[in-house]
């Protein structure tokens, strides 16, 4: 006889939303998302899908029909989209959200993982595989070059690079209320995290499941190749960073001023930007980690 495990909520955890975000761009991915989470152990979980303007996705809700889809259409920049779409799981009173970028896919473990060690932390950020646009594996348990699992994520280590994104983490709701967000932002996922930790929130990461975390034109920005473009994207992502944690923790200004100082720079002199591109170009991070390569002057000395 087959004993079926009962998997529990924590207490406080009244129900669970997994919340992504879908656009034109990333549809023939979407099968493979879809996939994924009906494939769950874990499957009392609402899906939170917020829609910025792509047609047909009808076809994978009859097709997942045992998903309980919950579909909002919204429109706006990225960070205003997440904003509205996160306020909405506050609105509804949800537990935790679990987040998953709709052009990756994940481990069958993933949400009962995360639903686990929300007993205790407010934040679990989970390891990722690199997989490329096929979804062939090019990289296993990419973070864990770099982090234990076990081990906890403060702001520091934070700071100048990110490792708690939008599709390999889960958050008790608890640990934030409505949020509101520079509608400027480019990373959107670093700032919101940063922002929990620095009112408290506790973070563990975990190589217990993972995401398989997609490489493709659209996301490579912020760990992988860089080109002249891409570097200029990254100062601007960082100045945006340090400029919205700057209001709320004074640490932040000094990083706000290097990264202002940079821009003037590249802005004004020639010599010195293209200097200061080749330098991060040659600057080779081992496994870097988002945003790691945008570095300050100084750091390239």
């Known amino acids: 006889m087959t004993i079926k495990k009962v998997i529990e909520m924590p207490m406080g955890i009244k129900k669970i939303a997994f919340f992504t975000v879908v656009f034109p761009s990333i549809a023939k991915y979407l ?7 009906a494939g769950q152990t874990f499957k009392d979980f609402d899906l939170i899908l917020i829609n910025d303007g792509l047609e047909g996705i009808e076809k994978f809700k009859l097709k997942h029909r045992r998903l309980n889809i919950h579909e909002v259409a919204l429109s706006g920049t990225p ?41 205790n932390y407010d934040i679990v950020v989970n390891d990722f595989n690199l997989v490329d646009e096929e979804g062939k594996t090019l990289e296993e348990h990419y973070l864990s070059k770099r982090l234990k699992t076990g081990s906890t994520v403060n702001l520091k280590f934070i700071e100048d690079k990110n490792v708690l994104g939008f599709s390999n983490t889960a958050v ?25 930790l620095n009112m408290g929130a506790s973070a563990l990461f975990t190589d217990e499941t993972v995401t398989s975390y997609r490489q493709h034109r659209l996301n490579m920005v912020g760990i992988g190749r860089y080109d002249d473009d891409t570097i200029l994207r990254g100062i601007r992502t960082k100045l945006l960073q340090y400029e919205e944690m700057s209001k709320i923790n004074p640490e932040y200004v000094q990083l706000r001023e290097d990264i202002r100082a940079i821009i003037r720079k590249v802005e004004d002199d ?27 002057a100084e750091d390239l000395k």
């Open 79 to 119: 960070a205003k989209i997440r904003e509205a779409g996160i306020n909405l799981v506050v609105e509804k009173c949800y537990g935790a959200v679990i987040f998953g970028d709709a052009d990756d896919y994940f481990a069958k473990n993933r949400v009962e993982k995360s639903v686990d060690l929300l007993e």
């Open 31 to 37: 099968g493979d998302f879809f996939g994924s989470l």
């Open 172 to 196: 008790r709701r608890s640990a934030f209320d409505k949020v509101i967000f520079n509608s400027e932002l480019i990373a959107v996922d670093w700032f919101f995290f940063s922002y929990l």
């Open 270 to 296: 020639s010599s010195f930007k293209k200097s200061y591109l080749s330098k991060i170009k040659g600057n080779t991070v081992k496994d870097p980690l988002w945003w790691e390569a945008i570095k300050i």
